[in-house]
């Protein structure tokens, strides 16, 4: 149901809001979306049933519970049992309906990990993140398209703040010909983007990012706490047991009623640390931008809130859901690295065409800019199976080259210069012969 009240924290503020519709166009075939699974419950029916079944309620003559015959889950059975016996085969039917239920967990999922059809462990909330996420990609792109595209003018240009290697240098090593080309530069400013939302609002790991939902708290509280707990994870069950910790400590922090978010502290500060961090985001662009950012700074911000949301939406589920980032050799060094068609998908190249380098070819493609990462999930949504993981969106990447073209642009025109020297200095050997 759409939510007609821009502000998901309530009467805070009128800017930030999660749900801006977004609207992808279908530039590219989709990836997979789980199909919509409706879960019904099992009947049971008692037609087989007899009179003189046993109830599990029923007492015996000396008071003691009616115990079924002798199980393999119930060794050493007998009737009179004291309660320490029953307290162990208490203990002892909870492993292994525990180890059962895990099983199925394993079962009802496919080959990759993805939910089955008759599964009733998929969740409809992970559709929305799908469809949230290419819309937040298709916004990133039309901003990076409306203001960085064509030539940038003379006299509108702004003093560089930053350098463009300091900026660009991590994302490819051919920057300085992106940031002069009028029809790439979009992609660059792109990868950029996303580069900047993956560092400061979906990461975690570096003091002062992510958390940015969380106000003060996650500076202060959250991420000790968070960074313990997930470093001291050994094996699936401790696993299990954090996520499901993290999924319902976010969603005591910022429950919803009635549709919208509501938190349980002072959302003031995450209103002002998205300004802020839309501001510094123009100031650093703004000298390689063809016209002014100003007019732009709505969507920006419309941009920045609704990653913000998307990572909340994240962190609420019980499926450990994370953005995957490549690198090639060097730390933060974001390009040149193998192309791998199941994590990757290239923006150049035809979906209905195979590229010869893929097959077997003599060279293979190598990644130079990375423009969205991949989403992947490990787990399921009822918080189990946490050994597996699967790509749920591909990468968005280009391995095009931008330099090649000059370069035979000024293999051409050395050459003429070499055929012309020739030519003059046959004419001087004429002339002396």
């Not at 401790?238 to 999924?247: P, T, V």
């Not at 922090?253 to 978010?261: C, H, T």
């Not at 002072?266 to 016209?291: E, M, N």
Request: glycine share 6%; with cysteine; proline share 6%.
């Amino acid at each position: 149901m759409e939510n007609t009240n821009p502000n998901p924290f309530g009467d805070v503020d009128e800017e930030w809001s999660d749900e801006e519709e977004l609207i992808p166009r279908s530039r590219r075939k989709t990836q997979y979306i789980p199909p919509h699974v409706k879960v019904t419950s099992a009947e049971t029916s008692s037609e087989g049933s007899t009179g003189s079944s046993p109830s599990p309620n029923r007492l015996g003559v000396n008071g003691s519970p009616m115990v079924p015959p002798k199980s393999p889950s119930r060794p050493d059975v007998r009737v009179g049992s004291s309660q320490e016996d029953l307290v162990q085969r208490f203990y002892q039917v909870t492993r292994e309906r525990d180890a059962l239920r895990k099983e199925l967990q394993r079962k009802s999922t496919g080959p990759h990990g993805i939910p089955t059809r008759d599964s009733v462990v998929y969740k409809s909330e992970e559709k929305t993140l799908i469809e949230e996420l290419h819309a937040l990609r298709y916004e990133i792109r039309i901003w990076s398209e409306e203001y960085f595209s064509g030539p940038i003018k003379t006299s509108s240009k702004r003093p560089h703040l930053h350098r463009a290697k300091e900026l660009f240098g991590g994302l490819t090593d051919n920057y300085a010909a992106y940031l002069k080309d009028p029809a790439d530069r979009p992609l660059l400013i792109q990868a950029y983007v996303w580069s900047k939302l993956q560092q400061k609002i979906f990461s975690n790991w570096q003091k002062g990012c992510g958390y940015v939902w969380a106000g003060k708290l996650g500076d202060r509280k959250l991420r000790a706490i968070n960074d313990t707990l997930r470093k001291a994870v050994k094996n699936e069950e401790e696993a299990e047991a954090y996520h499901h910790w993290r999924s319902t400590t976010v969603n005591l922090l910022v429950p919803q009623v009635d549709g919208k978010w509501r938190p349980t502290f002072d959302a003031t500060p995450v209103l002002k640390r998205i300004s802020r961090f839309c501001s510094r985001l123009r100031r650093k662009l703004r000298p390689w931008s063809a016209h002014s950012l100003r007019a732009g700074k709505q969507q920006l911000h419309t941009i920045v809130s609704a990653s913000v949301a998307l990572d909340l939406k994240m962190k609420r589920q019980r499926a450990d859901y994370r953005f995957v980032t490549f690198t090639g050799g060097k730390k933060d060094q974001f390009f040149g690295y193998g192309f791998y068609d199941d994590e990757m998908e290239d923006v150049y190249d035809d979906d209905d065409q195979q590229h010869p380098y893929d097959v077997g070819g003599a060279k293979a493609r190598k990644v130079e800019l990375a423009l969205a990462p991949a989403l992947e999930r490990c787990g399921n949504a009822n918080g189990y199976t946490f050994d597996q993981s699967f790509i749920l969106m591909k990468a968005d990447v280009s391995c095009r080259r931008l330099e090649k073209k000059a370069r035979a642009k000024r293999r051409g025109s050395v050459g003429s210069r070499h055929k012309a020297g020739v030519r003059s200095l046959g004419r001087v050997w004429d002339k002396y012969a």
